[in-house]
Every structure is written in structure tokens, then in C-alpha cells.
């Protein structure tokens, strides 16, 4: 199934782009040590945003099929960046963070590790990018 989105140059290296299907919007800007204001997310932001939501979408869409709620979990995403050879995404480092009672079997932290591993966004990622994931059960 393909979704339509429509981005605009709204000029001073903010973009604004269109969701067709839900006419939800969002605004760029280039980061500050690439000439923007840090006014809001950066493209590269939101590949790790990206990356996050996928994350806890596809892991709770196994938690329901399996009876569990992770209702209240986090993902942080650090993203780093690099210039060599070209300037792009080096890597993220996600901290994905149960609260305590949540999941509790080993067989179902496997379960939702094996699920966060086939995430879309992280499939798409090139294999240059590294992607290191740490689950917490029961954190802060």
C-alpha cells in the first residue's frame, strides 16, 4: 500500500510536509551545524524518530497479539552522526525501557526482542549505520 506525502520549502531551510491520508503536518529545519536554527526535528531526526515509533509499534502490536501491555514503555534514541565518507547517520543507540511489571517471562522479553528486530525502519537502514538496542525490564 503507498501513502502519499507532500513536502514544501518554506524557506530558510524549513520544510513542511503533508501526510495525505490524515492531513497531519510537520515542520523541518536543518540542524544547527549544518547552517539551520535547530527550530525543529532535522531530516536525519526523524529517520531516528522513525526508527523509535517503528520500534514500539511493532513491538506492541506482538505484545497485543500475545496478551501483554507495554503501555508506558520508552525508547530514547541517540543519534550520531559522521562525516566520513559523506555526512549521514553513523549510529543510534536506543534504550528501550519496560516498566516494572510489564513483561516478566524471559520467553516474552525474547518474544518482543526478536519483534523490535524486524522493524521496518531498521531493516531499511543501511548496514553502515550502526544500531545498538538495550532493553530494560522494570527501569526507571
Request: a neutral charge; aromatic letters at 2%.
Amino acid at each position: 500500500m503507498a501513502v502519499t506525502i507532500d513536502v514544501g520549502y518554506v524557506g530558510d531551510l524549513h520544510c513542511e510536509a503533508v501526510h495525505a491520508p490524515s492531513g497531519q503536518r510537520l515542520l523541518t529545519d536543518a540542524p544547527l551545524d549544518n547552517g539551520g536554527k535547530g527550530e525543529a526535528f532535522s531530516p536525519t531526526d526523524l529517520a531516528a524518530t522513525a526508527l523509535g515509533t517503528c520500534l514500539l509499534t511493532i513491538m506492541g502490536i506482538v505484545a497485543s497479539r500475545h496478551g501483554l501491555d507495554l503501555t508506558g514503555t520508552r525508547v530514547r534514541v541517540i543519534k550520531e552522526m559522521t562525516a566520513v565518507p559523506v555526512r549521514r547517520i553513523g549510529a543510534l543507540t536506543v534504550t528501550i525501557t519496560v516498566p516494572p511489571g510489564r513483561v516478566v517471562s524471559p520467553s516474552d522479553r525474547v518474544l518482543l526482542e526478536r519483534a523490535a528486530d524486524t522493524c521496518p525502519v531498521r531493516q531499511s537502514l543501511h548496514p553502515d549505520v550502526k544500531v545498538a538496542m538495550v532493553f530494560e525490564y522494570g527501569g526507571n
